[in-house]
């Protein structure tokens, strides 16, 4: 009679783990930690996708701006790890964020985990068209005559336009003074409306004031020509600054504890998703190229760039304004 209870209650205590329904059963959260309209934002969307397509349920994407992608990375790494909130990581969240905000309500590092990287793209150094210079070179020879009166815009504090310029800045040796926005939207208003002098930003958003004149693209940031605008310089060329590069990446990441099925069916998703004519010819439109990496692959690039710049922002002085 012992045995037989003792088998009952060891059937009873089994069945809520047997009964677990199989991973997705329902919609899964993709947060998109900047506003609508930028290249972030696509990206987003091209990944919710191509994961939905793989696992069979719908990917409804929120978008969360703010603090330079951390507002949104906090809801993500607060969330229930139970494989339904997903989190677009970005550079400017995973590794360049941290480093000027100290008092985040979350660990990048413990709190969230890396799942897989989708793409990148290069920033774009662009100009007003009526500012009187038509290189980059020739904008940093205006700022050294005129230190901290240039103007220059980036998407938001700690963001990759934010830390590349001031790593661009420092390593010129010239002061321009910034002026964050909360997204690409409102930056480029400004830009176009005369009110900057300067934006630093992923490229691709600007690309089609840039074929219309309405702005000047004055170097990019990536270590050879871009595809997207191969008349461009690199920033390493056109400011004499050999070795200078910055690429900006996507992937995705989730909370900690989330069970690895989830991670291997998300990573296995992007990784053949983002492999795929068809989603590179998508990016190819919006002047970002695809670059999948696997789980392992993906940790180790986040923790290198983690470590990089944190020793810029640290040699470079580089303050959350």
């Given at each position: 009679m012992m045995?037989?209870?003792r088998a009952l209650v060891g059937t009873l205590l089994a069945a809520p783990a047997l009964a677990q329904p199989a991973w997705p059963n329902r919609p899964v959260r993709l947060v998109v930690p900047f506003p609508p309209g930028g290249a972030t934002d696509a990206v987003g969307r091209l990944t919710g996708q191509l994961i939905a397509a793989h696992i069979g349920q719908p990917v409804v994407i929120e978008n969360r701006g703010g603090a330079g992608g951390n507002l949104g990375a906090e809801l993500a790494a607060k969330s229930d790890p139970d494989g339904y909130t997903l989190l677009i990581t970005t550079i400017s969240a995973a590794a360049m964020g941290p480093h000027l905000y100290p008092r985040l309500g979350y660990d990048p590092v413990r709190d969230l985990v890396p799942v897989a990287q989708s793409c990148h793209v290069c920033n774009g150094v662009m100009a007003r068209p009526d500012l009187p210079v038509r290189t980059l070179r020739e904008a940093l020879d205006l700022a050294r005559r005129r230190p901290g009166e240039l103007v220059y815009g980036s998407p938001g504090n700690g963001t990759s336009g934010h830390l590349v310029a001031e790593y661009l800045n420092f390593t010129a040796g010239v002061q321009m003074q910034h002026v964050p926005y909360r997204g690409?939207?409102?930056?480029?208003?400004?830009?176009?409306?005369?009110r900057l002098d300067l934006v630093h930003d992923n490229?691709?958003?600007?690309?089609?004031?840039i074929r219309d004149g309405k702005a000047r693209l004055l170097a990019v940031t990536s270590p050879e020509k871009w595809f997207a605008a191969p008349e461009a310089p690199t920033v390493a060329e056109a400011a004499g600054l050999p070795g200078f590069s910055a690429m900006i990446w996507w992937g995705v990441q989730v909370p900690t504890g989330t069970p690895g099925v989830v991670l291997d069916k998300v990573a296995e998703a992007m990784v053949r998703g983002f492999a795929q004519p068809e989603a590179r010819e998508r990016l190819h439109q919006l002047g970002i190229e695809p670059a999948p990496l696997g789980r392992a692959e993906f940790t180790a690039h986040v923790a290198a760039e983690y470590r990089k710049w944190g020793e810029v922002v640290r040699a470079a002085g580089i303050r959350a304004d």
């Open positions: 045995l037989a209870r690409t939207a409102p930056l480029m208003t400004d830009l176009l409306g005369g490229l691709p958003g600007y690309l089609p004031a």
